[in-house]
């Protein structure tokens, strides 16, 4: 054994954690009831859980969540928890849980906790769905895409650069490598949210605006499925960012020739309906039914954005033309018509407008830079992902749940016939024909229940990205203030320019 080992099971049996604190055994119980497969994370859904058997308050728990959730991630590790006891046990003893005095102290303090086997039940059914904050989603990965040069010595096509923070890999694609990726995820995850590519073309992929829409569509989707919980680690995904062989496409079809989908690879498939909530069926078709209207009034909200952005720019340009006329006027002959000292003056007055008014274009254009950046790209990534939701949940009923609901009918259709047949032979052929869609129907069963089980997982991942809207709104705001402040910068040295052109046209 190491001495390193050695020091650490020593450790482990006095009971101090690698907070360098003599830690109560009962810290130990309550991490392996709220991380039962040790997975190390513990959301602040479940820690609330815990906080409820503590009889702390929710107020004093919101206190004590924020002094440990320093990455405001709304997931803490082991070590995190165990500084949360501490300040629970704080509370529970009558102090106010300060962690400046929790980490001057030798040992933390006990805690008192009921109902440990409930919150562990608890837990694992929170396990089996995880819930996910969008900034725990957000801080998982980031991803990149940039134009890059265009490449093919007779068919010329456009490449990108692509990072990956998560791999720490930068690597170059063109659009058709994206292409057998996402054939190669569907076939994998036939029950996961996974948005559209954007099109091939769209009058010509040469143009400049065209390319920088779909770079932006190109980033909103591998952003999403590198930030997914189950399709993140993929090997898909590993080979498109990692693979340095002549044909990636090649490599990418090759794999989905032998690929499984995840029923067959998730040690959860065949063990999920014990873990559904209630008429999740129910549910789920509810859910289907409400998403067209905010989806609707989605695509309506980003329209509307676009219009904004449109406006901002036609300002801009407006304002670039109004420069150009300011400074053809000042450089008319006017001599005869306004005198030649104030034709002076207005050539150096309404030259210095002219220069000045670019400073008003540049701010413009700045505006119009973060609207596009900020309030349509978040409203297109929402929209993006509630429209592959919903194609989810069309494509869920339309396939498995039909084909249940098909075989359920035909069976209980021959049932009906076999308990009114008199003929001993049609008898039989009929119950030949239930026990084999008898088996058919439990292996369609599981599949149904698996569907469902993803569509409810899923579900909590578009709880977590509807919180872009309290994101997409801060930003909008923001932006706002921000460029009506670089305006009046921009307006101000104008006016001084305008006063005094005001002043030497009203000298006699």
């Known amino acids: 054994m190491s001495t390193a080992k050695g020091a650490a099971d020593k450790n482990t049996q006095q009971g101090i954690h690698a907070t360098g604190k003599r830690v109560p055994e009962s810290y130990e119980r309550v991490y392996t009831s709220v991380c039962p497969q040790n997975e190390n994370r513990i959301t602040r859904h479940t820690f609330m859980q815990l906080c409820r058997s503590t009889m702390i308050g929710k107020e004093a728990a919101d206190a004590i969540w924020s002094s440990v959730d320093l990455n405001k991630t709304d997931a803490i590790d082991k070590d995190g928890l165990f500084w949360a006891l501490g300040l629970i046990g704080m509370q529970q003893s009558g102090f106010s849980p300060d962690m400046a005095t929790l980490q001057e102290a030798t040992e933390l303090p006990a805690i008192k906790i009921d109902n440990l086997h409930t919150l562990q039940q608890t837990a694992e059914r929170d396990n089996i769905a995880p819930e996910y904050s969008f900034r725990e989603l957000e801080e998982s990965e980031f991803i990149q895409v940039n134009l890059g040069k265009e490449a093919g010595m007779f068919k010329k096509h456009t490449t990108y650069t692509i990072f990956s923070k998560r791999r720490n890999v930068t690597c170059t694609r063109r659009y058709s490598d994206f292409e057998p990726l996402d054939a190669l995820l569907r076939k994998r995850f036939p029950y996961r949210i996974i948005p559209q590519l954007p099109p091939k073309t769209f009058g010509g992929n040469k143009n400049k605006s065209f390319l920088q829409k779909r770079r932006k569509a190109l980033e909103r989707y591998l952003t999403f499925v590198c930030r997914h919980p189950v399709m993140r680690d993929d090997e898909a995904l590993d080979v498109f960012f990692t693979y340095e062989g002549g044909d990636l496409q090649s490599r990418l079809k090759d794999m989905g020739k032998v690929a499984k989908d995840e029923f067959q690879t998730n040690p959860l498939a065949l063990h999920v309906e014990q873990h559904l909530p ?35 720019e036609t300002q801009a340009l407006l304002w670039t033309a109004f420069a150009a006329d300011i400074k053809k006027l000042g450089l008319s002959q006017m001599s005869h018509v306004a005198g030649h000292n104030k034709a002076q003056a207005l050539e150096t007055g309404l030259r210095d407008t002219s220069n000045l008014l670019k400073s008003v274009v540049d701010r413009r254009e700045e505006q119009c830079v973060r609207e596009m950046d900020g309030l349509v790209h978040n409203l297109q990534n929402l929209h993006e992902i509630l429209s592959a939701f919903r194609d989810l949940l069309t494509r869920r009923l339309k396939g498995i749940a039909k084909d249940v609901g098909s075989t359920v009918k035909k069976q209980t259709r021959d049932r009906s016939r076999l308990s009114s047949s008199s003929d001993g032979a049609e008898s039989a052929k009929l119950e030949a024909k239930i026990q084999q869609r008898d088996s058919a129907l439990q292996s369609l069963a599981a599949v149904n229940n698996f569907s469902m089980y993803c569509v409810w997982c899923e579900s909590k991942l578009i709880k977590a990205n509807i919180a872009q809207i309290g994101t997409m709104l801060e930003e909008m705001v923001t932006s706002q203030i921000t460029g009506h402040k670089q305006m009046a910068s921009a307006w101000t040295p104008l006016l001084d320019t305008v006063t005094r052109l005001v002043q030497d046209l009203h000298l006699e």
């Open 278 to 312: 209630d008429n999740i069926a129910a549910a789920i078709q509810s859910t289907h039914t409400e998403l067209e209207p905010v989806l609707a009034t989605m695509k309506s909200l980003r329209e509307t954005a676009e219009k904004v952005v449109a406006t901002t």
